[in-house]
C-alpha cells in the first residue's frame, strides 16, 4: 500500500546530507584538506541511487495496482478509515524493513569498495 514511504524518507535525508558533504568536500578541497581514497558523497550517491530506484520501482507497481491514484489522499488506503490501520503496519513493517535491507546492501557494498581502494598501491614521484 505504502511501503514505498519509508525508503523515500530515508532517500530525502540522505539526498540532503549529500549534499552538506559534497559541499564540505569542496571547501576540503580549496584549503587542501582533501582526503584520499572514495569520498563520502560517492559513497552517499550509491545509496541514493538504490533508495531512489527502489521508490521509484515501488510507486510505479502501486500505481500500476491502483493503489496510487492522481486525487488525494493519493492512497486508496486513505479512504477507509478501516484501512489505514493494515497500511501503517505495512509501513512500519515492510517498508522499514526495506529500508534497513538496502542499507546493509550499502554498507557492505562501501566496505568492499574500501578495501580494495586499500589494495590498490600508490605511488610516490620519484620513485618506481
Known amino acids: 500500500m505504502a511501503c514505498f514511504l519509508v525508503p523515500m524518507g530515508e532517500a530525502i535525508v ?14 576540503a578541497d580549496v ?19 538504490l533508495l531512489w530506484g527502489g521508490v521509484l520501482l515501488l510507486a510505479f507497481e502501486h500505481l500500476w495496482h491502483g493503489e496510487i491514484v492522481p486525487w488525494s489522499p493519493f492512497l486508496t488506503a486513505m479512504n477507509n478509515p478501516a484501512d489505514v490501520g493494515p497500511m501503517l503496519h505495512e509501513v512500519a513493517t515492510i517498508g522499514t524493513g526495506m529500508a534497513i535491507f538496502v ?20 605511488t610516490v614521484e620519484g620513485k618506481s
Do not use: Y
Not at 584538506?33 to 558523497?41: A, E, I, K, Y
Not at 546492501?105 to 600508490?122: F, G, N, R
Open 14 to 27: 540522505t539526498t540532503v546530507v549529500k549534499k552538506i558533504v559534497e559541499k564540505n568536500e569542496r571547501k
Open 31 to 49: 584549503e587542501g584538506t582533501s582526503q584520499t581514497g572514495l569520498r563520502w558523497s560517492r559513497k552517499l550517491s550509491w545509496l541514493n541511487r
Open 103 to 122: 542499507t546493509i546492501v550499502w554498507l557492505i557494498m562501501i566496505s568492499i569498495a574500501d578495501q580494495k581502494a586499500k589494495a590498490i598501491p600508490t
